[in-house]
């Protein structure tokens, strides 16, 4: 079974290539991704990490939870499912008068 990491406080020049192999030393990693703001490309710090093995995961979050990525200590931890909402924003409906 696989699992699903978050992967946060991550430095603004971190890559997808470097955040897949920080995680590959825990086992197989089947998807790297470093979220991006949709108008400016620019990293928004942070992403997620879809590892083969649900126990080498965990290990992963266990090990690499505060530790030191490009002078950022990393915050790591199993990611919560989505929300499937509609991706409406916080204040839709709400009246702005």
């Known amino acids: 079974m696989s ?14 290539s470097e955040l897949k192999g920080l995680f590959e030393t825990y ?9 991006a703001d949709q108008f400016t490309g620019r990293s928004r ?8 093995n649900r126990e080498e995961g965990l290990k992963a979050i266990q090990e690499l939870d505060s530790k030191d990525l490009n002078g950022r200590s990393l915050k790591v931890n ?13 204040d839709a409906g709400r009246s702005r008068w």
């Open 3 to 16: 699992i699903n990491i978050y992967v946060g406080n991550l430095s603004f020049d971190a890559n997808e």
């Open 27 to 35: 086992g197989v990693v089947e998807s790297a991704k470093i979220i």
């Open 45 to 52: 710090g942070f992403g997620f990490i879809e590892m083969e």
């Open 78 to 90: 199993e990611a919560r499912p989505k929300n499937n909402s509609g991706g409406a924003r916080r």
